[in-house]
């Protein structure tokens, strides 16, 4: 069945650039997801590309597809340790029936 | 910015009670959804709805879970009998159109139920 994956962890200093990996196995997905999980919080949607598209950017955040190898990436720039959080890839085919990652928890160092 | 809602945030429950998990969708939002996600594991679809009817659901939505829209602004999850592997956050989630529209539109969720049962 198809199935998404991603590290489960990731530490950066504050200003650095962090990058945040997921693989998905669907070749019908129709769109990705990032999405955002504060402590206690909900899914917050941050960003989505569509399958046909190579990259998008949205103020600091930089989605890129390589859909050949079925891999998404998230590139927050400057990140900040508000940005500490878990950050969900999701990948949605024909129905909205979206499959998530297990999320990656990225630390920001002071 | 419109959000989804969700009552209570925590809700504990002793097994084989029934229990409802509310949610108030976006108002001009046409499908709801509701994912579950037990502790350490992946967020899981389990059902969607739209026109008050169930458009697809997964095999964990078994016959002691029902969905329903009682009024305009309320969107529900009953689990019937509550077991204690239904222990989990519950998230709600509304999207302005459904997955096959000429656009797409993203599924917006809310802060979750945690649901307890002991």
């Known amino acids: 069945g198809e199935d998404v994956e991603q590290s489960l962890f990731l530490s950066v200093r504050e200003g650095d650039s962090s990058v945040i990996n997921c693989t998905y196995t669907?070749?019908?997905?129709?769109?990705l997801y990032w999405y955002k999980q504060e402590p206690g919080a909900g899914l917050q949607l941050l960003t989505y590309?569509?399958?046909?598209?190579d990259m998008k950017q949205d103020q600091r955040l930089t989605v890129l597809l390589n859909k050949k190898d079925k891999h998404l990436s998230l590139r927050i720039a400057d990140t900040q340790t508000g940005d500490s959080a878990i950050y969900f890839c999701?990948?949605?085919?024909?129905?909205?029936?979206?499959?998530f990652g297990t999320g990656t928890l990225l630390a920001v160092q002071p | 910015e419109p959000e989804v809602t969700q009552t209570p945030s925590h809700q504990v429950t002793q097994m084989g009670q029934e229990v409802i998990l509310r949610c108030v969708p976006i108002?001009?939002?046409?499908?709801f959804y509701w994912y579950r996600q037990i502790l350490g594991q992946k967020v899981e679809f389990l059902v969607s709805?739209?026109?008050?009817?169930?458009?697809?659901k997964s095999e964990i939505f078994d016959d002691q879970f029902s969905v329903e829209r009682p009024d305009g602004s309320n969107f529900t999850l009953k689990i019937r009998s509550t077991k204690l592997e239904d222990s989990a956050m519950y998230f709600c989630?509304?999207?302005?159109?459904?997955?096959?529209?000429?656009?797409?539109?993203?599924?917006?969720f809310g802060n979750g139920t945690r649901l307890t049962v002991t």
């Open positions: 108002s001009n939002h046409l499908y």
């Open positions: 669907d070749s019908s997905s129709t769109y």
């Open positions: 590309i569509f399958s046909n598209m």
């Open positions: 709805f739209y026109n008050n009817e169930i458009s697809e």
């Open positions: 989630a509304s999207s302005e159109v459904g997955p096959r529209s000429s656009y797409n539109s993203p599924l917006h």
């Open positions: 999701a990948e949605g085919g024909a129905t909205n029936k979206l499959i």
